[in-house]
């Protein structure tokens, strides 16, 4: 996302003014009149000339379903009270583990500061379990509380690490791959939550849900410091890395909450063959995508190595489909580093200071700004389908192929609209981007941001590899999920008549896309782009 009015007035064209200050899902309105619209211009003149892809592998025949070890833990009893009750004050209670995944079986350490005399873990994996979206699998026993020593500065990247001791370490012995939420309960009776994933051993003929740890650490403010601002706000002081050692700011889960719980929750009501992975592990693992029938980039999803960009591709170009739930995905190029807790602790991103950069300058290493920026520009269309063009808006969703099969069953005809749906970020199809040839726009919706009339799309296209990629344009679907229920609470307006559209759609994307490749499967893709935008 955009960066704060504080660039140097050299860089404001660049697509890097994204949102120097959102720490949620949507910026307060206070803020909106800082953001900058990106028009269609101004985003090809970021683009410069390099251009690219991301990638790895896929497929099972039509109608063929693995054994699932899933399939007995989805038909456990849930545990409604997985829900936090208070927080309390910042520093009530909160903590965060030495890994940010797991395998089945491994073990973790946990670092928690609290003011309470004591606490509880309590782990939660979330999932369907007939609507209860959560069980309870693993307590532990009343543990002793401490506070945690002053946080660590490093001046250099202005980082902070919490540099907390390790408080218990834990076992995950019967734990089935999934995302976890941790809910540490203080004595006191104030909670937080810390996530973890339990990541798969194996990703053939699955749905792989990738959940953006890397993207999460970008924006969480604990300490006074994101990648999009310091202590006093401003876009200056943002640190140049920011370290996995320490909590997530608010209720420790906030960017899991609302922009993928949702999913995971439809995903395994569905019943699918899924697998779990991370940013970091699709990153440091060649196999991690190994096989799979998809993969699931979740509703925000900017922050990527140029490693898990290759990884994705790859998986693409020989027959995974690739679904992009939000907007403005792979967006900014990072690099993992090094942390006290180990390897890969350390998102880096120097965005407009990239030449500062000593890994840069002296080893020649890539840039950490954003892909589609020179130099080494690679923008992200080429992955993606769509271009992310602004922050900040709010408008309806307009269907535009309504006879298209995402949207079967839904009983949608072209020109109707679904208000509030499009927002607070977007991507477009932009000819002039490095877009794939054989692209269908199936939403095309006009919206007005920063006084400029635009459009967000929806785009589907197919690769020869077999591959379906579908992109929805709009940071708000997978919120959307909840849309009508207790737990949409982002209040934007999204109506039950909403919800229904979005499920009914991404029902159909999750299921023809387990399927297997779905351009082999599936309806080619009408290539209508010049006919929306013209020739």
Not at 17 to 32: F, G, N
Not at 345 to 364: L, S
Not at 430 to 451: K, Q, R, W
Not at 495 to 521: I, K, M, Q, Y
Request: positive net charge; hydrophobic residues 35%.
């Amino acid at each position: 996302m955009a960066d704060g009015p504080a660039h140097g007035a050299g860089e404001r064209h660049l697509v890097d003014r994204h949102i120097a200050d959102r720490p949620t899902a949507d910026r307060p309105r206070a803020a909106l009149d800082r953001r900058h619209f990106l028009g269609a211009a101004t985003g090809i003149a970021a683009l410069a000339t390099g251009l690219t892809g991301c990638g790895s592998p896929g497929g099972t025949a039509r109608g063929q379903r693995p054994t699932d070890p899933l399939d007995a833990e989805r038909t456990r009893p849930g545990s409604p009270d997985w829900r936090l009750r208070t927080t309390g004050p910042p520093d009530a209670i909160e903590g965060y583990p030495d890994r940010v995944s797991v395998l089945p079986g491994e073990e973790f350490g946990l670092h928690v500061s609290t003011t309470a005399p004591g606490f509880r873990i309590s782990a939660y994996r979330v999932g369907w379990y007939g609507g209860a979206q959560a069980r309870l699998v693993w307590r532990s026993d009343r543990l002793a509380g401490r506070r945690g020593p002053a946080p660590r500065w490093v001046a250099g990247t202005r980082t902070v690490e919490a540099g907390w001791p390790r408080t218990t370490t834990v076992r995950t012995d019967g734990w089935p791959p999934g995302a976890y939420l941790l809910r540490l309960d203080a004595d006191h009776g104030h909670q937080r939550y810390v996530p973890l994933v339990v990541r798969s051993a194996a990703t053939a003929a699955r749905t792989v849900l990738m959940h953006a740890v890397t993207t999460w650490q970008a924006y969480n403010a604990w300490g006074g410091h994101s990648l999009y601002q310091g202590r006093d706000g401003s876009y200056a002081t943002r640190s140049l890395a920011v370290s996995f050692d320490r909590p997530y700011d608010a209720t420790g889960a906030e960017k899991f909450l609302v922009y993928e719980r949702a999913l995971v929750v439809l995903a395994e009501r569905l019943g699918l063959p899924l697998a779990y992975t991370t940013s970091v592990d699709v990153h440091r693992d060649p196999s991690a995508l190994r096989g799979a029938t998809a993969v699931l980039s979740l509703g925000h999803d900017e922050y990527w190595t140029p490693q898990q960009r290759d990884q994705v591709t790859r998986a693409r170009d020989t027959g995974t489909n690739v679904a992009f739930l939000g907007a403005n995905a792979c967006f900014r190029r990072v690099r993992l580093d090094a942390g006290p807790g180990g390897p890969l602790r350390t998102v880096t991103c120097y965005k407009t200071a990239y030449r500062d950069d000593p890994r840069f300058a002296a080893h020649h290493e890539p840039p950490t700004h954003d892909f589609r920026a020179p130099p080494a520009a690679d923008p992200e269309s080429s992955l993606t389908g769509v271009f992310y063009e602004g922050y900040p808006t709010d408008a309806p969703y307009v269907v535009h192929g309504a006879d298209h099969w995402l949207f079967e069953g839904t009983g949608v005809r072209a020109g109707d609209a679904f208000a509030h749906l499009v927002g607070v970020e977007y991507d477009r199809v932009t000819p002039a981007a490095p877009t794939p040839a054989d692209l269908e726009i199936v939403a095309h919706s006009p919206l007005v941001c920063g006084g400029r009339a635009s459009h967000a799309d929806s785009a589907y296209y197919t690769v020869p590899g077999g591959a379906g990629v579908f992109a929805t344009g709009t940071m708000r679907w997978v919120e959307a999920l909840m849309a009508g229920s207790r737990d949409n609470g982002r209040n934007h307006g999204l109506d039950r008549r909403t919800g229904a559209f979005v499920t009914r759609t991404t029902e159909n994307l999750l299921r023809a896309f387990a399927e297997g490749p779905a351009a082999r499967l599936r309806p080619p893709p009408d290539r209508n782009t010049d006919r929306v935008y013209g020739a």
